[in-house]
């Protein structure tokens, strides 16, 4: 590995001086290789299966079957494989390396997930050659299954031989423990590359252990904005345990898997061998998990996208008539641009249209809108009153800042009672752990408006976490449901 990541050490003077380390930038990930094996074993499944039925049915005397049926066929026993797949756990990286045995695993697949269409073929028995045939179809496909399996497989080996693909991983510690860990790593079958170590030297400091933890969560989370690290592992020495519960609580708020070396937590790494997380046979111990990841999140994503594009059309007429409505109301812009905290704390500039009079909106300084507050033309209240103002925002989710539903942004000079809402609210920070967005299940439970006291933020946070912990594409059509119906117009906006 290349010496290379001084830049992010936090607490120590020059921990990557203590074991180099460095990111190499992986062309392929290992989740896009997987996603890849999935569609290439989906399509062959779908095929194999659509003649197969048109076999049974045209030997069997039954004609010839539409391309509708044969395509629907074809998708339900492809999801029946996939299942199948994935409850004998063979969408595993490292065991996709194990070329034949992952191979054979998928050509088992396909002969459970299919004989009860063999079973079927039977019953036409009567005509001849049938069975033979769908013997064959039966067996061709499983035969198709480990060709698309040993292709994914050789290509993984290739790639990763190469260092072409890999995922990259942040070790808290810069101690023996850390490099142990990093040792492991560089010779673990599955492509992990350490990114950085991040240090836990708190000296010269007023308050040792909170500035520790401060620094070490902010260098973990500049790590996984500039290299995409997915897995921080917490590998720190015997006289760092005492602060390790608040440390392990700060990153659970960051959208990784978060992993604990054994000796760190003072476990004899013999009570966990059934620990489904091992490092070159080191068992570790999974303390967080993003909620949304791999396929769920591609689908919240393209779900969110499309909904958008879908309400930006139908809504144009809206915009167009808002727009000329500010224009002739008050001299300015027609929107309103404020910088707003998104996923793993990103900045970025969130879209409303414009509902102050520009000298009273153009200040560095957070002035939250109070009822009848002065500063607000009229139209701007009415835009304001039945939350029209924050459509311009759909252009935000087709850039990929937010999703329609998800917690609501904030501006990071935010306050509740005379508090940061990062401090008054103790998991505020795991509302990062997603992208912002347009409406959300606080706000239709009605927490919404200013924040006067504590409690009305820390509602914020626990509804917001309550719908990333139990995200579905259900709930997030109640919400929007809900939102149509009476999320418009409430009480708090103003």
């Given at each position: 590995?290349?010496?290379?990541?001084?830049?992010?050490?936090?607490?120590?003077?020059?921990?990557a001086?203590a074991?180099?380390?460095?990111?190499i930038?992986?062309?392929?990930?290992r989740?896009?290789?997987?996603?890849?094996?999935?569609v290439?074993?989906?399509?062959?499944?779908?095929?194999?299966s659509?003649?197969?039925?048109?076999d049974?049915i045209?030997d069997?005397?039954?004609?010839r079957?539409?391309l509708?049926?044969?395509l629907?066929?074809?998708?339900?026993?492809?999801?029946v494989?996939?299942?199948?797949?994935?409850?004998l756990g063979?969408?595993d990286?490292?065991?996709?390396?194990?070329i034949?045995?992952?191979s054979?695993?998928?050509?088992?697949?396909?002969?459970?997930?299919t004989?009860?269409?063999?079973?079927?073929?039977m019953?036409f028995?009567?005509?001849?050659?049938?069975?033979?045939s769908?013997?064959?179809d039966?067996l061709?496909?499983?035969?198709?299954?480990?060709?698309?399996r040993?292709?994914?497989?050789?290509?993984?080996?290739?790639?990763?031989?190469?260092?072409?693909?890999?995922?990259?991983?942040?070790i808290?510690g810069?101690g023996?423990?850390?490099?142990s860990?990093?040792?492991?790593?560089?010779?673990?079958p599955g492509g992990?590359?350490?990114?950085?170590?991040?240090?836990?030297?708190?000296a010269?400091?007023?308050?040792?252990?909170?500035a520790?933890?401060?620094e070490?969560?902010a260098?973990?989370?500049?790590?996984?904005q500039?290299h995409r690290v997915?897995?921080?592992?917490?590998a720190?020495?015997?006289?760092?345990?005492?602060?390790?519960?608040?440390?392990?609580?700060?990153?659970l708020c960051?959208?990784?898997?978060v992993?604990?070396?054994?000796?760190?937590?003072?476990?004899?790494?013999?009570w966990?061998?059934?620990?489904?997380?091992?490092?070159?046979?080191?068992?570790l111990?999974?303390?967080s998990?993003?909620?949304?990841?791999g396929w769920?999140?591609?689908?919240?994503?393209?779900?969110d996208?499309?909904?958008?594009f879908?309400l930006?059309?139908?809504?144009?007429p809206?915009?167009a008539?808002?727009?000329?409505?500010?224009?002739?109301?008050s001299?300015?812009?027609v929107?309103?641009?404020?910088?707003?905290e998104g996923?793993?704390?990103?900045?970025f500039?969130m879209?409303?249209?414009?509902?102050?009079?520009?000298?009273?909106?153009?200040?560095?300084?957070?002035?939250?809108?109070?009822?009848?507050?002065?500063?607000?033309?009229p139209?701007g209240?009415?835009l304001?009153?039945?939350?029209?103002?924050?459509l311009p925002?759909?252009?935000?989710?087709?850039?990929?800042?937010?999703?329609?539903?998800?917690p609501?942004?904030h501006s990071?000079?935010a306050?509740?009672?005379g508090q940061?809402?990062?401090?008054?609210?103790?998991r505020y920070?795991?509302r990062?752990k997603?992208k912002?967005?347009?409406?959300g299940?606080?706000?239709?439970?009605g927490?919404?408006g200013?924040?006067?006291?504590?409690e009305q933020i820390e509602?914020?946070?626990v509804h917001?976490?309550?719908?990333i912990?139990?995200w579905?594409?259900?709930?997030d059509?109640q919400?929007?449901?809900?939102?149509?119906?009476k999320?418009?117009?409430?009480?708090?906006?103003?």
């Open positions: 590995m290349a010496a290379d990541g001084g830049d992010v050490a936090a607490g120590a003077a020059d921990p001086a074991f180099p380390c460095g990111p930038e992986a062309r392929v990930s989740w896009r290789l997987i996603a890849a094996l999935q290439a074993e989906a399509l062959a499944a779908a095929i194999s659509s003649k197969w039925l048109s049974i045209v069997g005397g039954g004609g079957t539409s509708f049926e044969m629907r066929f074809g998708v339900a026993v492809a999801l494989v996939h299942f199948v797949l994935r409850s063979a969408y990286f490292a065991g996709l390396l194990h034949w045995r992952s054979l695993k998928g050509a088992a697949a396909w002969l459970l997930a004989a009860p269409l063999l079973s079927w073929s019953m028995d009567s005509h001849a050659g049938l069975w033979q769908s013997s064959v039966w061709t496909g499983a035969a198709c299954i480990m060709l698309v040993l292709g994914a497989g050789y290509a993984g080996g290739a790639l990763l031989g190469a260092r072409r693909i890999s995922h990259n991983v942040a808290v810069a023996s423990d850390a490099r860990c990093a040792q492991l790593l560089d010779r673990d992990a590359n350490v990114a950085g170590f991040i240090g836990m030297d708190g010269g400091r007023t308050d040792p252990d909170v520790r933890n401060a070490v969560i260098a973990v989370q500049k790590l996984i500039s997915r897995d921080v592992i917490v720190t020495s015997a006289a760092d345990r005492g602060q390790l519960p608040d440390l392990v609580r700060g990153l960051l959208p990784v898997r992993l604990l070396w054994p000796a760190s937590i003072g476990v004899d790494p013999e966990m061998a059934s620990s489904a997380f091992k490092v070159g046979g080191m068992p111990l999974l303390a998990a993003p909620p949304l990841d769920h999140w591609v689908l919240k994503d393209v779900q996208r499309i909904l958008a879908l930006v059309i139908v809504c144009s809206v915009l008539a808002i727009a000329l409505g500010i224009r002739l109301s001299p300015g812009p929107l309103f641009h404020q910088e707003r996923y793993n704390g990103n900045k500039v879209l409303k249209f414009r509902t102050m009079h520009v000298t009273a909106s153009a200040t560095d300084q957070l002035v939250l809108t109070t009822k009848d507050d002065a500063r607000v033309f139209f209240a009415l304001r009153k039945t939350s029209l103002d924050e925002q759909l252009f935000n989710v087709l850039r990929g800042d937010m999703w329609l539903v998800g609501r942004p990071p000079l306050t509740a009672a940061r809402y990062s401090a008054a609210a103790k920070m795991a990062f997603v912002p967005g347009m409406t299940w606080a706000q239709v439970n927490w919404r200013a924040t006067d006291t504590v509602q914020r946070v917001d976490l309550y719908y912990e139990h579905s594409v259900w709930l059509c919400i929007l449901l809900q939102t149509a119906i999320g418009f117009v409430h009480q708090n906006a103003y």
